[in-house]
């Protein structure tokens, strides 16, 4: 397993979000599901223009497995600003990612790969 050749690592995922404001307040980022994919392992990055250092906070995720019409959200993992965290999820494919980002972002990109290799 070569998890840092990059040829083996493919994008599943990218989305932008913005936070919407009423009047002066902000409101968070909503929590939000990805939708399906079926690599076990994956690398996860977010990235902000907000805040530039790379030991804050950005939020949780969890992976949500689909059972028939019952889905469970199993194992929760932090995750930092502008830091590539590498999982390996529980093999119950094809599943999806919960996100819950840190209240204080205003805007958050994220970015998911799905490793190809063996």
Do not use: C
């Amino acid at each position: 397993m070569d998890l840092s050749n990059p040829s083996l690592w493919q994008l599943v995922y990218l989305q932008s979000f913005t936070a919407e404001f009423f009047d002066f307040l902000q409101l968070p980022i909503a929590t939000f599901d990805t939708p399906s994919f079926n690599q076990v392992g994956i690398r996860i990055k977010v990235t902000s223009t907000q805040f530039t250092s790379s030991r804050k906070w950005a939020g949780n995720f969890s992976q949500i497995i689909n059972a028939g019409n019952v889905s469970a959200e199993i194992k929760d993992y932090s995750i930092y600003l502008n830091q590539d965290r590498v999982v390996f999820l529980e093999p119950f494919p094809p599943f999806s990612l919960r996100f819950r980002l840190a209240k204080r972002l205003s805007q958050a990109t994220i970015s998911i790969f799905g490793y190809t290799g063996s």
